[in-house]
Every structure is written in structure tokens, then in C-alpha cells.
């Protein structure tokens, strides 16, 4: 007996031991419940980073802005539902984070693979992970690509330069098992994440609330997009020189030890600055997360559980109805027997549990929600009580209940239509979207362009209208393009803190002197572009989407070139000429290193 008593209680141990392992993160944690996972991350993040490399760098922020609040948990993801409650994502530090669709991308990739398996929080942290990795290779591809072709005849040479396209930039390994949080709040964002105008002392502190140090400062500042384009050391090269942009730049040279540590990664190979790097990554990707029980698995990254549209309703609505004063008890318009059962399968805590908005009829389409929900008062929502509030509603509903719908389907196609014509867009109102997830402005482009051969810097200084500009330069600067004022007007609305959402926002900002630049401001000082700022905002949405599409299309014939005229460039960065010279070049060097390889070997012989 003392033995088999012996061998429950390590049994009981083990249990213990692999339910704490279990709550912890571990690479390959999607190994048995989704296989192919980082799989599936990986081949997507090689496939399409490469349309837009700048992508690594906002991805690679976002999942910073993430770990900074609540920890790696995705809250940054989560859409407002409700004005009461603002998320991380409207909070100002992240009005300019990019990346969101790519992640949902990633994330309808793997539910259609293991539905409610692998969390939008794992998702980030191997994004991040992958799309810096794919950036810099493929960026070392290409710069040595001519390399390869040369130095293939020299078996030494052609294992060096594979050695340094596999080492490439950073590579961190990414242990997974995060969960997801349901808690997002903006105000959080703005007292966690670190404001660009800190200095050393609200850095330092900012930092060591998530557990990292002045090392860990050193090397995640370093993720500055301007900087991160090349992920090289440039960055700390230009704090040396004071042409750090941010204040929160310039203050890792106001400390002793991090300056000492700048100075160490400028001194050393790029590969070390890679491994710290690489440490960092791994060090911020624990912080505070979230595993075991802990948060949930989301369907959509956008959406917590509780707030995805859905048949049924979870315990999070039918608490409205379970604390109608907030003491604890239920809403005097439901069915009390109803209520009880709704308690037995709804437990305190319990956030999983869902149960029929339409019960017992849920299934089909008929009239029985009149009958069983509105008059039996089992309506979940107070929407569905409020229609016995009015005589009219209330005596309708009761003749569905007591004739078992006897007009319910004819009444509700009349409906349908009613509701169908509401507010519709027809002939040339609107567009017609080849994705309906994406809306806005829609413009014709005429293709046949060249590209040009002559590129200076004096020109762009003398042609691009400054931020400086008063309304005569850009009125001046425009008419040269052969554009009037109305395209001045709306091709100035291409400012980046307006385009986030591309609507009328930044005219509203400019009555109400908000403009970021002279150049913004400008616009008012003139009766013809203030009488049109004003007509845009009094318009429909779709007006100024239509003026938009229009000065787009103008603006894209302005001097093109077409025919002979110009070229068809190879690589979009080198004129053809110049990139054929440089081949010929790069030939002859080839040719003479290969000669002269030959010769050591005749001579050796």
C-alpha cells in the first residue's frame, strides 16, 4: 500500500510538473494541435514581404507597441466596438502603425488550416520574426547576385559568399503558446509606450516596467523605420553625429553606459549587433504573456470573442441583463424562469459559454422569435424588450404570436426591399469594388509610361512644393504641372495622418487651424480653395472620392513620356545604361580575378 502511495504522489507530481511546463512558451508548441503553423507563416511572409519590404519595419513595431501594453498578448489588434471604450489602436502612438491586413491575412491562412488553434499574438511575434529575416536576404541576393556569377568558379569564394547569404541579418528563435488578451485600452498605450519626445529617465524606467534594460533600450531603438530600410548600424552612426530625429534618439548618447554600448556595436562586426539584436527580440517577446488558460484564442485579430457578431450571445451581454442596477441582480423584463436556466449555464467567470439568441428556433426561419422571445419576455437584449413599449410595435407582435405568423413572410420581403433601397449609390455614383473589403476613390490608369533617364536633387528642390509654402508658390509650383486649384486642394489631402482612413478629416482639421504645415494652412487664405475646402465637407463622401479619382488621373499624365522617348528600366533603381557599364565592368574585374586564379594554379603546379 506504502508503495502505491508512493507512486500516486510522483504521479501527482508529474501532473503538476507538465501542467506548469504546459502554461509556459516552447518552440514547436503548435507541433501536434497545427503541424505546419510556422510553416505557413514563413511561406506567406516569403511570398508577398517582398512587395512592400518596408513592411518588416511596421511589423516589427507593432509587435513593440504590443509588448509594451499588457504585454505580447495582440491587443494592438483589437478594433474599437463602442465609443465608451477607445483600444490601443486609436491611441495616438499608433495611429501610424502598418501591417494589420497582412496579419489578418495570416490569420484566415492558418483557421482555414487549424481553426481556433494558433493565437493572433504568436502570429505577430513570427511575422516580425520571418519578415526581417526574408527582407535582409533577399536584399543580400540581390546586391550579390553578380557576385555569385563571378566568384562560382573559385570553390573557396563561392562557400564564403553562401556563408553570408545564410547568415544574412538577425534570426531569433520565437517559442509559441501566447494567448490572446481581451483587455485593450488606449489610455494604457499612451502611459506604456515610449513617446519620441523622452528623455533618458523616462526611457530607462518605460523600459525596466517590461523588464528590459539600457542594452535592450539600445538595440529595440534601433527600430526606427528610417533606419531599419537597410537593418544595419547607420542608425547609431547618425546619434554620433546629433541627427537623431527624436528626441528619444539624441538621449541614448546622455548616458554613460549606453553610449559606451553604441560606440561597442559601431566598433564590432555587423553580426554582433545582429546576435544582440536577435537577444533583445527574444527577451521582449516574453514579456508578460499571456498562456495555459490565460486570455483566449481569437477567430478574428481585430475582434475579442465576446464582441464577434454572431447567432448566439455569451455571458459577457447577458451580464447586462444578470446586473440591470449593478447590484447583482437580473433585468425585471425577462422571463425569471428563463432567467434561472440562463444562470445555470452561465457560471461567474465563465466567458466561453454561448447560448441562442433565438432558442428553439434558431435554426429556422419562421416567427416564432414574436412568439417565444418577445412576448414570452426571453428576448436577450433590451432592443428585443423594447417593442411591447410602444402600442404599435406591441400590437403587432401579438398579432404574429397569436396567428403563428399568418403575414410574417410577405411583411418581411416588404421590408427587405424597403431596407434595400435605402441610401443606394447608382450610375455613376460610387464604384464598383474588385475586393468589397476595400473601399474608397477609384481612377482609371492609362498605361505606356517610359521611365526617364536624368534624375537630380536640385530639380526635386525646385519642383516639389515645401511644407514651407505660401499659397502664391504652391499655386505657382502647381500651374507648372498644368494643374488648377481644385487639384491643389485635393492632391494636398495625400498627408499621411489624414490618409489613414482617407475621408474628409484633414479639410475639417484645416477650418479648424489645425494644419501640420504653412502648406496646409495656405489653403484657407484663398477664397477659391476655402469655398471648395468648404463644399467638400458639406458633400457626400463619395464627391470628394469621385473630385479625388479625377485629379489623380490628371495628375498621372503630366509630362509623360511615351513612345521612344525614355526606356524600360531592368531594375527600377538603375538607368539601363548605367546598369549595363557597371556589368561590363564588373565582367572584366571577373574575368581578371578568374585569370589571375588560373595563374596561381599553373604555377603552384
Request: with cysteine; proline share 4%; aromatic share 10%.
Amino acid at each position: 500500500m506504502s508503495g502505491f502511495r508512493y507512486f500516486g504522489m510522483m504521479f501527482f507530481c508529474l501532473l503538476v510538473f507538465m501542467g506548469s511546463t504546459e502554461a509556459q512558451l516552447q518552440l514547436g508548441f503548435y507541433s501536434s494541435s497545427c503541424p505546419n503553423a510556422e510553416r505557413i507563416v514563413q511561406d506567406y511572409v516569403n511570398r508577398h514581404i517582398h512587395n512592400a519590404p518596408s513592411l518588416a519595419a511596421a511589423i516589427i513595431r507593432m509587435h513593440f507597441h504590443d509588448c509594451f501594453v499588457r504585454g505580447c498578448d495582440a491587443s494592438v489588434l483589437l478594433n474599437t466596438t463602442s465609443s465608451n471604450n477607445q483600444t490601443e489602436k486609436l491611441a495616438a502612438p499608433n495611429l501610424t502603425l502598418r501591417g494589420f491586413d497582412f496579419i489578418d491575412k495570416v490569420k484566415s491562412l492558418l483557421e482555414a488550416a487549424c481553426p481556433a488553434v494558433v493565437s493572433c499574438a504568436d502570429i505577430v511575434a513570427l511575422v516580425a520574426r520571418d519578415a526581417v529575416v526574408a527582407t535582409v536576404r533577399t536584399k543580400i541576393n540581390h546586391n550579390q547576385e553578380f557576385n555569385a556569377y563571378v566568384y562560382i568558379s573559385s570553390h573557396y569564394l563561392a562557400k564564403t559568399l553562401l556563408f553570408e547569404l545564410q547568415q544574412g541579418g538577425p534570426f531569433w528563435r520565437v517559442p509559441t503558446g501566447r494567448r490572446d488578451g481581451t483587455i485593450s485600452r488606449s489610455s494604457e498605450a499612451l502611459n506604456n509606450i515610449p513617446p519620441p519626445t523622452s528623455n533618458f529617465t523616462n526611457l530607462q524606467r518605460l523600459f525596466a516596467n517590461q523588464g528590459l534594460d539600457l542594452k535592450d533600450l539600445v538595440l529595440l531603438s534601433e527600430m526606427d523605420p528610417g533606419s531599419f530600410r537597410t537593418f544595419d548600424l547607420s542608425y547609431y552612426s547618425l546619434l554620433l553625429k546629433r541627427r537623431g530625429l527624436f528626441q528619444s534618439d539624441s538621449a541614448l548618447t546622455t548616458n554613460s553606459a549606453t553610449l559606451s554600448f553604441v560606440n561597442q556595436l559601431l566598433q564590432g562586426p555587423l553580426q554582433n549587433f545582429f546576435g544582440e539584436f536577435a537577444n533583445s527580440m527574444e527577451k521582449m517577446g516574453r514579456v508578460n504573456v499571456k498562456t495555459g488558460t490565460t486570455g483566449e484564442i481569437r477567430k478574428h485579430c481585430a475582434f475579442a470573442l465576446f464582441n464577434l457578431p454572431s447567432p448566439f450571445a455569451n455571458i459577457t451581454v447577458l451580464k447586462q441583463q444578470f446586473a440591470a442596477t449593478g447590484k447583482g441582480d437580473t433585468d425585471p423584463s425577462l422571463d425569471p424562469r428563463y432567467v434561472a436556466q440562463l444562470k445555470k449555464r452561465c457560471k461567474p467567470g465563465n466567458s466561453n459559454t454561448v447560448v441562442e439568441m433565438d432558442p428553439g428556433s434558431f435554426n429556422t426561419f419562421d416567427e416564432d422569435y414574436y412568439s417565444t422571445i418577445v412576448a414570452k419576455r426571453r428576448g436577450l437584449f433590451r432592443s428585443d424588450a423594447a417593442l411591447v413599449d410602444d402600442a404599435e410595435t406591441r400590437d403587432y407582435v401579438r398579432f404574429q404570436s397569436r396567428t403563428q405568423g399568418s403575414t410574417f413572410a410577405q411583411d418581411f420581403a416588404e421590408s427587405m426591399v424597403k431596407m434595400g433601397n435605402i441610401g443606394v449609390l447608382t450610375s455613376r455614383q460610387g464604384e464598383i469594388r474588385k475586393r468589397c473589403a476595400v473601399g474608397g476613390p477609384f481612377w482609371r490608369v492609362p498605361t505606356g509610361r517610359r521611365d526617364g533617364t536624368i534624375s537630380r536633387s536640385s530639380e526635386a528642390l525646385n519642383n516639389i512644393p515645401p511644407p514651407t509654402s505660401n499659397f502664391t508658390n504652391l499655386q505657382r509650383l502647381f500651374a507648372n504641372q498644368g494643374l488648377d486649384l481644385k487639384d491643389l486642394v485635393l492632391l494636398s489631402e495625400m498627408d499621411p495622418g489624414s490618409f489613414r482612413t482617407f475621408d474628409l478629416s484633414y479639410y475639417s482639421l484645416l477650418l479648424k487651424r489645425r494644419g501640420l504645415f504653412q502648406s496646409d494652412s495656405a489653403l484657407t487664405t484663398n477664397s477659391a480653395t476655402l469655398t471648395f475646402v468648404n463644399q467638400l465637407l458639406q458633400g457626400p463622401l463619395q464627391n470628394f472620392f469621385g473630385e479625388f479619382a479625377n485629379s489623380m488621373e490628371k495628375m498621372g499624365r503630366v509630362n509623360v513620356k511615351t513612345g521612344t522617348t525614355g526606356e524600360i528600366r531592368k531594375h527600377c533603381a538603375f538607368r539601363k545604361e548605367t546598369r549595363s557599364n557597371q556589368y561590363g565592368k564588373d565582367r572584366l574585374t571577373g574575368i581578371l580575378i578568374i585569370g589571375l586564379l588560373a595563374f596561381l594554379g599553373s604555377t603552384e603546379a
